[in-house]
């Protein structure tokens, strides 16, 4: 494992139950859009949730799939024992490297929710789940792209900390070179913090800036912190997110015709 993917573990490890807990219920409206997108037409073969974090895409997946293997896949160990304990015998989950996956998995439907910004290489494996799919199967994908808002908490945090190169996004359809595009749009929610501090100490200990804080150090988060806070609103804050879903089928081996099964 390379340094920053292992970092990348331990600092979700680190994030894993304050991520439950806070970020979740927030990121609920995001999961059922894309559990909505993935269908049921689908082929035969198991549904695969790479960066499935604490699985939450299981609670909707299980009902709508009673018969069909789920499998969440993550990085994390602590993610990983979380979502088992959420799944108990209604799916399995491993631990890995979920941005390059076995294309023996042979996937009717790969979804995943808030998991793509975070890998390595994004591009690469955007291609890595497209590529486990049978013909006829689908990926549904929705990420924080680098620019969610022009103003709200996730404005503000780019700001503090800088943009990052974003280039990435770019390649992300022509990377999926023979997929039908089915959908590429931005979807927004309303999101409600209790108040700035709440919401950066959340990303900071439960959230995206736990693998930057544990590169960083303890001095160049709080300086973060402090220059966030100057210039956050007072009071609760509500803001309205803009994350990017993609949806695709892999169209059927020429000449075959692959029968969809709920």
């Known amino acids: 494992m390379t340094d920053r993917l292992s970092r990348l573990a331990q600092s979700w490890d680190q994030a894993a139950e304050g991520y439950e807990q806070y970020f979740v219920p927030r990121f609920a409206p995001w999961v059922r859009t894309a559990v909505d997108t993935l269908g049921s037409s689908l082929p035969d073969?198991?549904?695969?949730?790479?960066?499935?974090?604490?699985?939450?895409?299981?609670?909707?997946?299980?009902?709508?799939?009673?018969?069909?293997?789920?499998?969440?896949?993550?990085?994390?160990?602590?993610m990983v024992r979380l979502a088992r304990n959420r799944a108990g015998g209604l799916a399995e989950v491993v631990q890995g490297?979920?941005?390059?996956?076995?294309?023996?998995?042979?996937?009717?439907?790969?979804?995943?929710?808030?998991?793509?910004?975070?890998?390595?290489?994004?591009?690469?494996?955007?291609?890595?789940?497209?590529?486990?799919?049978?013909?006829?199967?689908?990926?549904?994908?929705?990420?924080?792209?680098?620019?969610?808002?022009?103003?709200?908490?996730?404005?503000?945090?780019?700001?503090?900390?800088?943009?990052a190169d974003s280039a990435w996004e770019d390649a992300l359809i022509p990377a999926l070179d023979g997929a039908v595009i089915e959908r590429d749009e931005l979807v927004s929610y309303p999101m409600v913090h209790p108040d700035a501090a709440a919401y950066f100490d959340a990303a900071n200990l439960h959230g995206p800036l736990r693998a930057r804080a544990l590169e960083r150090g303890d001095a160049y988060i709080a300086d973060l912190r402090a220059r966030y806070l100057a210039e956050a609103p007072v009071g609760e804050w509500t803001h309205h997110p803009r994350a990017r879903l993609i949806a695709v089928r892999k169209q059927p081996n020429r000449g075959e015709a692959t029968p969809p099964t709920s």
Do not use: N
């Open 45 to 78: 073969g198991p549904i695969l949730v790479p960066c499935c974090g604490t699985f939450p895409e299981l609670d909707l997946l299980a009902p709508r799939f009673p018969d069909r293997k789920l499998v969440g896949l993550d990085l994390s160990a602590e």
């Open 97 to 163: 490297d979920a941005g390059r996956l076995d294309p023996g998995w042979g996937a009717a439907g790969v979804v995943s929710v808030f998991g793509l910004q975070q890998l390595p290489d994004p591009v690469a494996g955007i291609r890595s789940w497209y590529d486990v799919l049978r013909p006829g199967g689908r990926l549904c994908v929705v990420y924080w792209p680098e620019v969610a808002e022009e103003s709200g908490p996730f404005a503000l945090l780019d700001k503090v900390v800088g943009h």
